[in-house]
């Protein structure tokens, strides 16, 4: 059936996949006739929507209804779900209806179950976690691919360390670096990468390096740094929890004599068993307690921001505090 259901956190990666289908659908010459969008601001969105859909199309190619932030997912009331059930079933052939969500949909709800159901597509575009960074290279890579840079294994490392999980900020980045080694056939150098892109000093990763030494001094610059930046303070704190998350369950395998790599990999939801090495060496100096002292500190941490307390003050203080217990201290 030609419904399509895109949701998930990545803003950017949503909007290039509406783009394409649309370039898909839609026939320029007609784009006025054929393409309507709804926002949730709008009265009876959703039942303009589907009697939009049901509309014959004009001229050539096909048409596309958007309902734009949807919430039919999360909260769908008992008239609009009788006329999904009515609608859905019958859309013509050459009609495109399209949902998008930053929400995760309610598997619960009948509205979710029937658009499950019902759907040619029900993709999620997840912002990879900052502390997964085979991920996130394999990202960098695929984003270069598309555009036919060519980038060595440290490059493509660097870019992702600088760009995290902005998949908006890494195509621009590609897209200036492309620009940049326009007619070479070359792979791009570090030192190149280092010059051109912004934001490859610090990160939230260094910061948690920076705690688990214990070296406080380090630590407050870094989230300085990364404040000034605009990192959002919520972003840098999920990092913070993944990252220890990861060590503590590295040394909970090490500690009771876990040896094969592949078995530590896959309880601390790594995909690259080869990280285990250096992840081994980044805990030797702390113990389990340390570690699972931390993570109070990083939830309070949590709870602080969402709370509305100030990004800079807050963090100083949990960043002080999580020095002093990685110290022993």
Not at 51 to 64: C, D, H, I, S, Y
Not at 108 to 124: I, V, Y
Not at 242 to 248: E, I, K, S
Request: hydrophobic share 40%; aromatic share 6%; glycine share 4%.
């Amino acid at each position: 059936m030609p419904v399509y259901v895109y949701w998930g956190e990545d803003d950017f990666a949503m909007e290039k996949a509406v783009a394409l289908l649309r370039d898909r659908i839609l026939d320029p010459l007609w784009i006025s006739f054929n393409y309507t969008s709804f926002s949730p601001d709008q009265a009876d969105a959703t039942i303009q929507g589907l009697n939009q859909v049901m509309t014959p199309t004009f001229g050539a190619g096909g048409r596309l209804v958007w309902l734009i932030n949807t919430t039919l997912c999360q909260h769908c009331p008992e008239n609009v779900l009788a006329e999904l059930q009515r609608t859905l079933p019958v859309i013509p052939e050459n009609s495109f209806l399209l949902l998008t969500t930053r929400n995760k949909p309610d598997e619960r709800l009948k509205a979710t179950k029937l658009l499950k159901q019902c759907a040619t597509e029900f993709r999620e575009f997840p912002l990879i976690p900052p502390w997964k960074t085979e991920l996130l290279v394999q990202s960098v890579n695929q984003a270069a691919q598309s555009v036919g840079l060519k980038l060595t294994p440290k490059t493509a490392e660097l870019l992702a360390e600088s760009v995290g999980n902005d998949t908006r900020l890494l195509y621009n980045e590609i897209e200036k670096l492309q620009l940049y080694t326009a007619g070479s056939n070359q792979p791009l150098d570090v030192k190149t990468v280092t010059q051109l892109v912004r934001n490859t000093k610090q990160n939230s990763l260094q910061l948690a390096a920076a705690i688990r030494t214990g070296d406080t001094a380090k630590a407050l610059a870094t989230v300085a740094d990364l404040i000034n930046a605009s990192e959002p303070g919520l972003r840098i704190v999920a990092t913070l929890i993944g990252q220890f998350r990861t060590w503590l369950w590295v040394k909970i395998m090490i500690e009771s004599g876990e040896q094969n790599q592949q078995a530590i990999a896959q309880a601390a939801d790594i995909g690259n068993p080869k990280r285990i090495y250096f992840l081994q060496q980044e805990v030797k100096s702390l113990s389990i307690q340390q570690l699972i002292s931390s993570l109070p500190l990083l939830l309070e941490l949590e709870v602080s921001l969402k709370q509305g307390a100030s990004e800079m003050s807050v963090l100083q203080t949990k960043v002080i505090e999580l020095c002093q217990v990685c110290q022993g201290t």
